[in-house]
């Protein structure tokens, strides 16, 4: 048995809002999506782990499930584990019950909770479908429309989701009378004790298939290839996640469909870096340019626009341009772009360069030199 807790990489106390944040990173890893371009063998190893990893949720995520697995080491109970320390029930019939195995422990919890336990949920919905999709810096920027393509689990349109012929050829299910669980009471140590559970004969559907549906075989769903267009906002970012909701796989007979959720692998920009809703890029000017000061044209994720470079502007300075950043996602304020200068300091001289260069210090040296000074001045004091 798999140890889903180290599957999905987290420990037995994680929250459940933990257990779901590791569920999507570690998803979002091994989809398949991301292997497209990979090899046979490393696809399917991708697969493989993929399924491991919703399986390993599907468990943790059904606090019922979970529960029986932190205690029996197995989802399905003690039946399935062996039961306590190993010794299993087999064909315990209890204090003078009826045959077959229960569990005695979920019958109990039962009586003290008006006979149906947590086992009397409502239909499960459908299972999210996480996809991740890449944009570039500008998308991300200015939003566009994708078209994107995935597989999901839908309800059989042949069948209506009854899995019978025709969404007709069923019935009933005489046993439960349609409502798919049935009453059961068994005689323990502790007296009769009284549960509801999932009816046998018709797998809690209320209905018996007489003649199954050809397209979906008698499961009531089907998997699709879908084609959507998406319309995605100006100002997403990088692992951010967009929600359609009831766009993922089909849920049980009477449940909504999961959701579809779109990650964001936002590409990288040559000059831009983004913090947010604010953009920073490196200027490289000149020695000339930084002692005298400069109007110079630099390019926005819009249009170029001027800035000026003040007389003595030392090398790291930071210009801030308002209003040229990013949008953000929630008004329509945009963030400011932050240029840092960089005084790029010329290389290989000539010797009459040099020359020149002594020459201009001389001239320069009545000018100020606020930290050459500074520094002198530490020294001077230690």
Do not use: W
């Not at 929250?15 to 046979?40: L, N, Q």
């Not at 007389?311 to 953000?328: M, P």
């Not at 929630?330 to 005084?343: A, C, E, N, P, Q």
């Amino acid at each position: 048995m798999a140890d889903y807790y180290e599957t999905l990489g987290i420990s037995k106390n994680a929250s459940a809002d933990e257990i779901k944040s590791a569920y999507r990173k570690m998803a979002k890893k091994y989809h398949p999506d991301v292997f497209a371009t990979a090899g046979p063998a490393q696809k399917a190893e991708a697969e493989k782990k993929f399924k491991e990893i919703q399986h390993a949720y599907d468990v943790l995520s059904d606090p019922q499930k979970k529960a029986a697995y932190d205690q029996y080491g197995s989802e399905d109970g003690p039946m399935a584990s062996g039961g306590f320390g190993g010794q299993g029930f087999g064909g315990f019939q209890g204090f003078g019950g009826a045959g077959g195995g229960f569990d005695i422990f979920s019958d109990i919890f039962s009586a003290f909770t008006g006979g149906t336990g947590a086992r009397n949920a409502e239909p499960r919905a459908g299972e999210d479908i996480e996809m991740p999709i890449t944009l570039t810096f500008k998308e991300a920027c200015f939003g566009a429309e994708k078209e994107i393509s995935y597989s999901r689990i839908e309800r059989c349109d042949s069948c209506k989701g009854t899995g019978a012929k025709g969404g007709t050829a069923y019935k009933t299910c005489t046993q439960c009378g349609g409502r798919g669980r049935v009453v059961v009471k068994q005689r323990t140590m502790l007296g009769m004790i009284q549960s509801e559970r999932v009816c046998d004969a018709c797998g809690g559907t209320g209905k018996i298939i007489m003649e199954q549906c050809t397209d979906c075989g008698g499961k009531g769903k089907v998997r699709r290839q879908r084609t959507s267009k998406i319309r995605i906002p100006a100002g997403v970012d990088n692992g951010q996640m967009l929600t359609l909701q009831n766009e993922g796989h089909a849920g049980a007979p009477g449940a909504p469909n999961g959701n579809l959720i779109v990650i964001f692998n936002v590409q990288p920009h040559p000059l831009f870096k983004r913090e947010g809703i604010n953009l920073s890029m490196e200027l490289p000017i000149t020695v000339y340019q930084a002692i005298v000061g400069a109007n110079i044209e630099i390019p926005t994720m819009t249009s170029p626009i001027q800035i000026t470079i003040p007389e003595g502007t030392q090398d790291g300075t930071v210009i801030r341009v308002r209003g040229k950043g990013v949008k953000s996602l929630r008004s329509d304020t945009y963030g400011d772009l932050f240029v840092k200068l960089v005084v790029d300091i010329p290389k290989n001289l000539s010797s009459k360069q040099k020359k020149q260069l002594k020459d201009l210090e001389e001239a320069l040296a009545g000018g100020r030199y606020d930290k050459v000074e500074a520094y002198n001045k530490t020294i001077r004091n230690m």
